[in-house]
């Protein structure tokens, strides 16, 4: 669809300049020679309007042309991006084509956008700071349209990310908690990615965030067994699943100077409270089924420790 629309728009900017030449070849010579000045003749404009027009729709056209045939193999993120930077581009061409051919004087239009231009960075301080980091995430790609974020206090997926502003479908925040969405939408400027940090939780790359599910016995609790039984609950659950990931963990890890021992599958680690235990089952699990996977799992091994209540307690009492 964008195709066809980008040759009717080219094919409307050879009419329109075809248009315009014709208007100019049968303007009367004296009206060309001896012009009066301040005064513009009705045919001279009409020409120089067909012009301008033949500039818009020729960078239209060009634009949904180049965008059709660059997106037929690319990703939905790599579609966005394409488009936010086509857009800018034959955006920025056709204005200069319309102000050149308006003005027909082409080196007093650059000096005069320079000048503008200088102007404009006192007035526009935070929108150009924003559209800078716009550029930044287009180079850098610290997040990228599709990807869970965080930035400053706002989190959520990001469903646009514009030349100015992030929009995030928004998660936790006053409404909802534990990563679910609240179906508010935030927008963020983009000059943030250049003055705070940017949480990034993991998007398609590696889409896997490590998770931990506390759960409290009592210290007559045969630790032993509970820790063997939480880590036989996890492999169960999770299968192969976080084994894949762990090497794909490893992989990202191999690429960086970060030496760290990776764990092949779940781990428990005891932390010893004032009157209970702490169990920490540790494990891989991709980051938007991370609350359900935390909630399933809670579920099963309580049901595992209710079936050995001679092995395993839990604290009862103001105590807990």
């Given amino acids: 669809?964008?195709?066809?629309i980008g040759y009717a728009s080219l094919a409307s900017a050879v009419a329109a300049a075809v248009a315009a030449a014709v208007v100019t070849a049968t303007t009367p010579l004296?009206?060309?020679?001896?012009?009066?000045?301040?005064?513009?003749?009705?045919d001279a404009v009409a020409a120089t309007l067909l012009l301008a027009a033949a500039v818009v729709l020729a960078a239209n056209g060009a634009y949904f042309v180049v965008y059709g045939f660059a997106v037929r193999r690319a990703t939905k993120r790599r579609a966005?991006?394409?488009?936010?930077?086509?857009?800018?581009?034959?955006?920025a061409l056709a204005l200069a084509g319309v102000l050149g051919v308006v003005t027909d004087r082409w080196v007093g239009l650059l000096?005069?956008?320079?000048?503008?231009?200088?102007?404009?960075?006192?007035?526009?301080?935070?929108?150009?700071?924003?559209?800078?980091?716009?550029?930044?995430?287009?180079?850098?790609?610290?997040y990228a349209?599709?990807?869970?974020?965080?930035?400053?206090?706002?989190?959520?997926?990001?469903?646009?990310?514009?030349?100015?502003v992030t929009t995030l479908w928004e998660i936790n925040g006053p409404l909802v908690s534990t990563n679910q969405p609240s179906g508010r939408v935030v927008t963020v400027p983009n000059s943030q990615v250049l003055s705070s940090e940017v949480v990034n939780f993991g998007g398609?790359?590696?889409?896997?965030?490590?998770?931990?599910?506390?759960?409290?016995?009592?210290?007559?609790?045969?630790?032993?067994?509970?820790?063997?039984?939480?880590?036989?609950v996890a492999d169960d659950y999770l299968g192969e699943e976080m084994a894949t990931a762990v090497d794909g963990y490893r992989?990202?890890?191999?690429?960086?100077?970060v030496e760290l021992e990776v764990s092949d599958g779940p781990t428990v680690n005891?932390?010893?409270?004032?009157?209970?235990?702490?169990?920490?089952?540790?494990?891989?699990?991709?980051?938007?089924?991370?609350t359900r996977t935390r909630n399933d799992l809670y579920d099963r091994i309580v049901a595992e420790f209710n079936d050995a209540p001679d092995r395993v307690g839990f604290p009862v009492g103001r105590n807990r």
């Fill in 1 to 4: 669809m964008r195709r066809p």
């Fill in 30 to 42: 004296a009206d060309l020679e001896l012009p009066t000045p301040g005064v513009t003749s009705p």
């Fill in 80 to 91: 966005h991006d394409l488009r936010n930077v086509l857009r800018l581009a034959f955006g």
């Fill in 111 to 142: 000096v005069s956008l320079g000048v503008v231009g200088f102007a404009v960075t006192f007035a526009l301080q935070q929108p150009l700071l924003s559209l800078v980091g716009w550029f930044y995430l287009m180079l850098k790609r610290p």
């Fill in 145 to 164: 349209v599709g990807d869970r974020v965080q930035m400053g206090d706002a989190a959520g997926d990001a469903t646009e990310v514009d030349f100015f």
């Fill in 204 to 232: 398609d790359a590696f889409p896997y965030v490590w998770n931990e599910l506390a759960i409290q016995v009592a210290y007559e609790t045969d630790l032993a067994f509970a820790r063997e039984r939480m880590i036989a």
């Fill in 251 to 257: 992989d990202r890890l191999s690429e960086t100077a």
């Fill in 270 to 290: 005891v932390v010893q409270r004032e009157s209970w235990v702490e169990l920490r089952l540790r494990y891989l699990v991709g980051h938007r089924r991370a």
